[in-house]
């Protein structure tokens, strides 16, 4: 199963034979690269056209917030009717978690209500976890908890949680209906997969402006950004599981008499529901990563706490404050896990049999309440006891950064001269003319022709709209750190793979890797390499990894253990069966891995803009400072693009390979 | 507890004033608060300015105001003050918002309240230890000869200056030519990222000159001097043949600049008093680096420095009270 020669034999190869095709290009690539130098159009995108969408974007978004009426309202009127009937259940939660409430009795006095203490919640989530998980979730649950309250976390904690609680089903219900209405209708689902590409990739600083515009400043806001970049995923795992439903179930139901609703909310969604928990897994993961952008525009809580900390380069305090948010990601993670898998168990194996689940909660939040009402000393807990290890992690820093400098300073001086700086000025050079047709041609042998077109589009669209400069300083970013993380990813996916105690450790890692404000290693990583292009680097690869590690850990773990046993019966030595036998098999998992990594690397962009780069995340970045609206969806745009363009090559080589491994 | 007697003792005669005056008086001198709207003030994420709006924040409320403290971006905040989401940000420093209030400003909808009276300074800044192996400093003619002590393999031979993000502006790539530097300019993304590299370098004792700014805490706790550029006019910045070189402008050092409070326009027709009283506003330099030293350095928090300046200063801050 060599790979040259599968290649020739299974490649759509149309008329022109296929070496002609790739000699062909290239003589046309070399060709455009030497004429680059005299003919200006070929080198200079700006020499042909620079589309003014940015200006024409800038108007549009003018015009819905100022000019755009319904008669009776304004669509201003619209959004922010919207914004307000968010604003209630989330006034709801931050008063019963963080605020407390003060009722007037009439005349001066006023009875004061203090939010729920943190003993009620404490009891309430650990009985559940139990319930729900046994000791382990428990364990789990008491130790995040405590966390949150011995390092002093929890009043922030309890404010992003309840922008969490509101935004996480308000993501979950909007992505389903979206799901459900493209189940039912092609047209719908054809129109709305790239939007919801767009919406995963275009950066969320990008589209910051008109949110802020639309529905106001503050906690809504926030949250409904967050909504827009966590809903895609809970939309397309909807889609996916509805069609998955098998055909008989439908045909049960259909005989059955089912009427569409019923069809809907009794067949379809309860068989469903296993593959839904992954997109409400996404949604609370996606919420979490966005906590500490939400807090820029108003949403406070553990981002502003992570913000404020890094401005004063208090790396512990930030650091204390990231590791809050990861608990909090993870434990609603397991929590939603455990809860489906306790649904499905059948009610004979469950906890607490006998007790009504609701009524005990109900009790232990009540009856602590209580206590701590009439004992308002118990409910803060005391200062004194608060633990701090930020001087430790200060002083880690600082004895990495004294005594280790000297080495970091020459890896990276080392990698910055052999290997980045060659790659950036390289891709400066290549003509635009020149990556467009490649695009197209590499296209077209993948997918045929209209992907060829697609993917040269989008290409142009970049250069046109005058980014190309800065776009491709991204691709030499981001390419370099996707491969790095990729190389590191695979390697500790396939250790991760070899046991079940691997795996885990793997697992969790990477959550936490993931779930751990980006902003918390930013600061650190800045003090030991400086800024520059190498920073950004290792930002976006310690981000980027975890795609890369799951999906090989993943795709290993599920080869069938029968063609294992064969590769081993026809003699294959250890390595062999690695190169020869597992990871072939595993590639497609692998790749999409690979193109999860990318996606990762291009959503970092913005935040390495912080460090300081010079790419398409700096415009959008520099667009959000000037509220140039126009400017920073069209820079988006093209970040937008550019992982779109990878997306497709990668799908489109991925299927070809499961055809020819005859793989499902 | 003779602290919080003393706090009655000099409260109290202002307090039973304040009533006699509202008693004979009642519709001029208890003109506000005119309405019960909070009045929504930003958070930016640096210490400063946090300081000077809840300082602000506390002489609203003692005037009656109901005041609400939303945390937001230094610049995302425009688009809140625009609207009226926002009702002030206390602080937009002319050396890195001013486009920004000028744009909004322009809108219409927002204003500036006068000035805080605090004098941003910004300037090529080093810390003290770098002078024992270059001794011409501060003197900016004295930086080419050490130039490649600030070199890195990346700027080599020239030296690498840290500069503030690009969309802090500062003209420093023109003032190196200008001047005939051998610097090259690179830009920090943000003020954490500029700071961290700052504090790096001086952890480790190692040459770094960077773009600093005051008032800020690390000025305060780190020692170190500002280049000494020759003083910067208007005429620098506009005339080429001022200045040691002939032939360019911004040949000279960076402009002090002001740093202003910034609201909702609509907002003057609602709290008229409160929108005076933040005009009336101004802290110097030095008590408000008094303060973030007390902060950032000590570890105090801010409410609690906060409280102890306005118990401390009352006189002063009884003054920007509008008295009809």
């Known amino acids: 199963m060599s790979l040259t020669d599968s290649d020739t034999r299974t490649l759509p190869t149309g008329i022109a034979p296929i070496r002609i095709v790739w000699v062909a290009t290239l003589a046309a690539l070399v060709l455009l690269w030497m004429l680059a130098q005299n003919v200006e159009w070929i080198a200079d995108p700006e020499s042909v056209v620079t589309i003014p969408l940015a200006g024409w974007i800038s108007d549009a978004v003018k015009w819905l917030a100022n000019d755009l009426t319904f008669g009776l309202f304004t669509f201003k009127d619209l959004t922010r009717a919207l914004a307000w009937l968010l604003e209630i259940p989330l006034t709801v939660f931050i008063t019963l978690l963080s605020s407390g409430a003060e009722i007037p009795l009439g005349g001066e006095s006023s009875l004061t209500l203090p939010p729920i203490p943190w003993f009620s919640i404490l009891l309430a989530v650990t009985w559940l976890c139990w319930v729900w998980g046994g000791r382990r979730l428990l364990l789990l649950a008491a130790a995040s908890l405590v966390y949150l309250v011995v390092f002093g976390q929890w009043e922030s904690a309890m404010v992003t949680l309840s922008s969490i609680l509101v935004a996480v089903p308000v993501g979950v219900a909007g992505g389903m209906a979206l799901g459900i209405w493209a189940y039912r209708s092609e047209r719908v689902s054809r129109g709305l997969t790239p939007v919801l590409d767009l919406m995963q990739t275009v950066p969320i600083f990008a589209y910051l402006v008109p949110v802020l515009v639309l529905f106001g400043f503050g906690p809504v806001s926030a949250m409904i950004a967050t909504v827009i970049y966590a809903m895609p995923p809970m939309v397309r795992v909807t889609m996916m599981a509805l069609r998955g439903v098998s055909p008989e179930l439908l045909e049960f139901g259909r005989m059955a008499g089912c009427t569409r609703r019923q069809m809907l909310w009794r067949i379809l969604l309860p068989s469903a529901r296993p593959s839904l928990m992954i997109g409400v897994n996404q949604v609370i993961m996606l919420s979490l990563n966005m906590v500490i952008i939400a807090s820029m525009i108003g949403a406070g809580g553990l981002g502003y706490d992570v913000l404020a900390s890094l401005r004063r380069l208090e790396i512990g305090d930030g650091l204390q404050a990231g590791l809050a948010i990861t608990l909090l990601a993870i434990l609603i993670d397991r929590m939603s896990q455990a809860y489906i898998a306790y649904r499905e168990s059948p009610t004979a194996t469950r906890r607490a049999q006998g007790v009504n689940n609701w009524a005990m909660i109900g009790g232990l939040v009540l009856v602590s309440y209580v206590v701590g009402f009439v004992f308002p000393s118990l409910s803060t807990y005391p200062e004194a006891l608060t633990l701090d290890t930020s001087p430790f992690w200060d002083e880690l820093v600082r004895l990495i950064n004294v005594h280790l400098y000297t080495y970091l300073d020459a890896v990276k001086n080392t990698l910055l001269i052999y290997l980045l700086v060659p790659v950036k000025r390289f891709m400066l050079d290549v003509p635009w003319l020149a990556v467009t047709l490649l695009l197209g041609v590499v296209g077209w042998r993948l997918g045929g022709l209209r992907m060829a077109l697609v993917v040269a589009a989008m290409a142009a669209f970049i250069a046109l709209t005058g980014n190309w400069q800065k776009a491709m300083v991204s691709v030499y970013l981001c390419g370099i750190s996707v491969i790095i993380a990729s190389l590191i990813g695979i390697g500790w996916g396939l250790i991760a793979a070899r046991s079940e105690r691997a795996y885990k450790i793997a697992v969790t890692s990477v959550d936490t890797l993931q779930t751990l404000p980006s902003f918390v290693y930013l600061i650190p990583v800045v003090m030991l390499f400086q800024v520059g292009d190498f920073s950004a680097m290792i930002a976006i690869v310690l981000y980027a990894l975890a795609p890369a590690v799951r999906y090989t850990a993943h795709g290993l773990r599920r080869i069938p253990s029968e063609t294992l046993e064969a590769g081993r019966m026809s003699g294959c030595r250890p390595r062999q069966m690695l190169w020869r036998v597992r990871l072939p098999l595993a590639l497609p998992e692998i790749a999409l891995g690979v193109n999860q990594t990318i996606m990762m690397a291009l959503s970092m962009l913005v935040i390495t803009a912080l460090v300081g780069t010079s790419d398409l995340g700096q415009e959008v970045y520099i667009a959000l400072t000037r509220s140039s609206v126009g400017h920073g969806i069209v820079a988006g745009v093209c970040v937008a693009f550019i992982g779109m363009i990878a997306d497709r090559l990668i799908t489109a080589w991925v299927a070809r390979r499961k055809k020819q491994f005859r793989i499902n | ?324």
């Open chain 2, 1 to 324: 507890m003779p602290n919080s007697d003393r706090l009655k003792c000099t409260r109290s005669p202002l307090a039973a004033s304040l009533a006699v005056l509202a008693l004979a008086m009642p519709a001029v001198a208890q003109d506000y608060p005119e309405s019960d709207r909070p009045i929504r003030m930003t958070i930016n994420d640096w210490t400063g300015q946090e300081l000077t709006t809840r300082l602000m924040g506390g002489v609203l409320e003692e005037m009656g105001y109901t005041v609400e403290y939303v945390q937001a971006d230094y610049l995302a905040q425009f688009t809140g003050l625009e609207s009226g989401d926002l009702t002030v940000g206390m602080e937009i420093w002319e050396t890195t918002g001013k486009d920004a209030l000028e744009a909004a400003v322009e809108t219409g909808n927002v204003v500036a309240l006068g000035e805080t009276g605090m004098e941003a300074i910004e300037e090529w800044w080093y810390p003290t230890y770098v002078k024992e192996e270059c001794p011409g400093l501060p003197d900016w003619e004295a930086l080419n000869e050490c130039a490649e002590m600030f070199a890195s393999p990346m700027t080599s031979p020239n030296g690498r200056y840290l500069g503030g993000p690009v969309t802090w502006g500062g003209f420093d790539e023109e003032r190196v030519e200008a001047l005939g530097l051998d610097f090259d300019v690179v830009h920090a993304g943000t003020d954490a990222a500029l700071m961290a590299e700052v504090r790096s370098a001086i952890q480790r004792e190692e040459p770094i000159i960077a773009w600093v700014y005051a008032p800020h805490w690390a000025p305060i706790q780190y020692d170190g001097e500002w280049v000494e550029f020759p003083e910067y006019t208007d005429a620098c910045y506009e005339d080429p043949s001022w200045g040691p070189n002939p032939d360019m402008t911004h040949d000279c050092g960076k402009p002090r600049g002001w740093i202003k409070p910034a609201a909702w326009a609509g907002g003057r027709d609602v709290w008229p008093a409160a929108y005076t009283a933040i005009e009336n506003f101004t802290i110097d330099n030095e008590q408000m680096g008094r303060l973030i030293g007390q902060v950032d350095v000590d570890g105090m928090p801010i409410q609690a420095a906060v409280d102890q300046w306005l118990q401390e200063n009352e006189d002063t801050w009884q003054s920007w009270i509008p008295q009809n």
